[in-house]
């Protein structure tokens, strides 16, 4: 790229962060200062808002670059992802959405406390909820790091490792100073421009094959180098029995683990009712599954038009397929067009990664002012002191985030929110069902099935060969690998909802049915919700 073709793409850029700025300098001015205003922007927000703001929250740089990337080298098998992070919000739909908006204020532990001891309970939520946020961060951070590293034409360590610093004090600064409100606008402007940008590609990627997606799978798996194996199963996932189980255990986590998500739950609160919420999620599921039809278009296009080896020769992950694919679709690194095209994917993916970042990091900040601060504290703090507290832990967040991205970079952002997402289901998810399903849990086993869930996940992750034992670890001089898949989910999700069993079953505690009958009232009808 030359300077010229940099410069723009360093404009177009800059412009997104100068918009976002303004709409969180100008939310700042009109804010109250409330619980209510920072944490969930006062649920003033429309079901199709909302909507919008899901799916900006949902599409993140896992699904734009990463996803993209995966199916551009491994074909058949990168569209796992999509499948599992599509279905997914069935289960959100059925069996989370309505419930937890009717039971809950801020956060998940709001839901599970309502009929448990509230201090343990919160502790344990608040913890988990951190540890997912801050998993999903990361994933954000490395593709942050990639993408910037790409638009500017040099992709040593000290560009990423900048880049991945600005967006770490971008995120402080949106959510610092606009909370909910700023962030859900920035949200919808980015889902809009994200959507716009896919649109546009897919619609060049199929007009350079004449609209025949038939040829474009030929010619996909004519450039990949494995030939027919790359249109089929088991390119990625069926070597052996390792890998299968590795494929099984990744889909139970993207399947299960969208309804365990901090910040995909605390977007619930923000509609004035039930009714709202589900609407929204019907919104959030045709803009999401409308995305993810045509990043299939857009690996496999990767593969067809760029090619697998120049895509694994920028980031031996795959993270900067889009990209490329739209430099060679706008005629070349050389040309007007394709630097053009480059630009405009480049600063769409930026807003992708922002737009989420502030999202997640609110949702851990509340967590850890709502849930954590405000137990610690053995008395219930006052609304503007926890906004405050959420304020600090948001930087605190930050600095986390920025320092995992850097040791993360190399990672493929997908593989990595599937990480987050398993433990987001072997701790979260369990907790919650239980909480909503079950009329004789109790204090200790909600404890027991976040711990149990989240302590195995956490445990296998660092035992796995994501952390040592080989080329691609994040440790490959070391190797302390004992457990053989790279994602836990398999294990762990299980051994959430043996825990909160377990736990519930020794507990000397008697299930306060009048509080179990209050909360299924609540959650099926309303009555008495925030």
């Not at 199916?71 to 599992?84: E, H, M, Q, S």
């Not at 993810?292 to 857009?298: D, N, Q």
């Not at 397929?321 to 994917?345: E, I, N, R």
């Not at 605190?396 to 990672?411: K, N, S």
């Amino acid at each position: 790229m030359t300077g010229n073709h940099q410069a723009l793409a360093l404009l177009l850029f800059s412009a997104f962060v100068a918009v976002t700025l303004g709409i969180t300098t100008w939310v700042s001015r009109n804010r109250h200062g409330s619980e209510e205003e920072f944490y969930v922007g006062g649920r003033l927000f429309s079901p199709m808002e909302n909507g919008f703001a899901i799916a900006g929250d949902y599409m993140s740089a896992a699904s734009f670059l990463g996803v993209t990337g995966l199916i551009a080298l491994f074909g058949y098998d990168g569209l796992l992802y999509v499948v599992g992070f599509l279905v997914a919000w069935l289960v959100v739909l059925f069996l989370v959405a309505e419930l937890v908006r009717n039971c809950g204020r801020f956060t998940l532990s709001d839901v599970v406390a309502a009929r448990m001891s509230e201090r343990p309970v919160r502790i344990a939520a608040g913890t988990s909820s951190v540890t997912v946020s801050v998993l999903y961060l990361v994933a954000q951070m490395v593709g942050a790091g990639s993408l910037v590293a790409l638009l500017l034409g040099n992709t040593g360590e000290a560009a990423r490792s900048w880049a991945v610093i600005g967006v770490g004090a971008l995120m402080v600064i949106y959510v610092s100073l606009g909370g909910m409100r700023a962030t859900t606008w920035i949200q919808i402007v980015k889902a809009v421009l994200l959507l716009a940008g896919t649109v546009a590609l897919t619609v060049l990627v199929l007009v350079r094959f004449h609209g025949d997606f038939d040829q474009l799978l030929r010619t996909a798996a004519a450039r990949s180098g494995h030939g027919d194996a790359f249109l089929a199963p088991g390119l990625k996932y069926g070597g052996d029995w390792t890998a299968r189980f590795d494929f099984m255990s990744l889909g139970l986590a993207l399947v299960l683990g969208t309804a365990g998500l901090p910040h995909i739950l605390s977007r619930f609160y923000t509609v004035p009712t039930a009714q709202a919420a589900r609407r929204s999620v019907v919104w959030a599921i045709g803009l999401i599954g409308g995305f993810y039809l045509m990043t299939i278009v857009l690996g496999f296009g990767a593969a067809a038009i760029v090619g697998p080896e120049a895509v694994r020769g920028s980031n031996a992950s795959g993270n900067t397929a889009v990209p490329l694919l739209a430099l060679d679709l706008g005629g070349g690194a050389d040309s007007t067009g394709g630097a053009v095209l480059f630009a405009v994917v480049g600063a769409i993916a930026f807003a992708t990664i922002l737009a989420v970042v502030a999202g997640i990091t609110l949702a851990s900040s509340a967590s850890v002012a709502h849930d954590l601060y405000a137990s610690l504290r053995r008395r219930q703090a006052k609304p503007r002191s926890e906004v405050a507290v959420a304020r600090v832990a948001a930087v605190g967040v930050g600095v986390v985030a920025i320092a995992l991205g850097l040791l993360a970079r190399d990672l493929n952002v997908a593989f990595l929110v599937g990480l987050a997402f398993a433990v987001a289901a072997s701790a979260n998810l369990p907790v919650l069902m239980y909480s909503l399903f079950w009329r004789g849990f109790t204090t200790r086993g909600a404890v027991w099935a976040v711990y149990g869930g989240l302590v195995p996940a956490l445990a296998l992750v660092v035992l796995s060969p994501v952390v040592s034992g080989s080329p691609e670890s994040l440790f490959p001089t070391v190797d302390f690998q004992y457990f053989p898949l790279q994602n836990p989910g398999l294990v762990s999700i299980p051994l959430g909802f043996l825990a909160g069993w377990l736990g519930t079953i020794t507990s000397a505690e008697v299930a306060d049915d009048a509080k179990h009958a209050e909360t299924e009232v609540r959650s099926l009808t309303g009555a008495g919700a925030a």
